[in-house]
C-alpha cells in the first residue's frame, strides 16, 4: 500500500459539503476584512475606466 499522508496534515472536511455555507463564510470573510475594496484599490482603474 502507498504511503499515506498523516491525517492531521490535512483539516477534517463533511461528507456532504454545504458549498452555499462555504461560500457565505467566504463573502463573510471578504466583508470584514475588506478583501474585495483593498483589490480594487491595487488596481488602477485603466484609460477611461476599460479596467473597471
Known sequence: M???PDSS???AVP???S???IEHEALD???TDGTF?????DR????DGSNE
Open 29 to 31: 470573510f471578504w466583508e
Open 15 to 17: 461528507a456532504q459539503p
Open 37 to 41: 475594496g483593498a483589490s480594487v484599490k
Open 9 to 11: 496534515t490535512y483539516p
Open 44 to 47: 488602477p482603474a485603466g484609460e
Open 19 to 21: 458549498f452555499p455555507a
Open 2 to 4: 502507498a504511503d499515506r
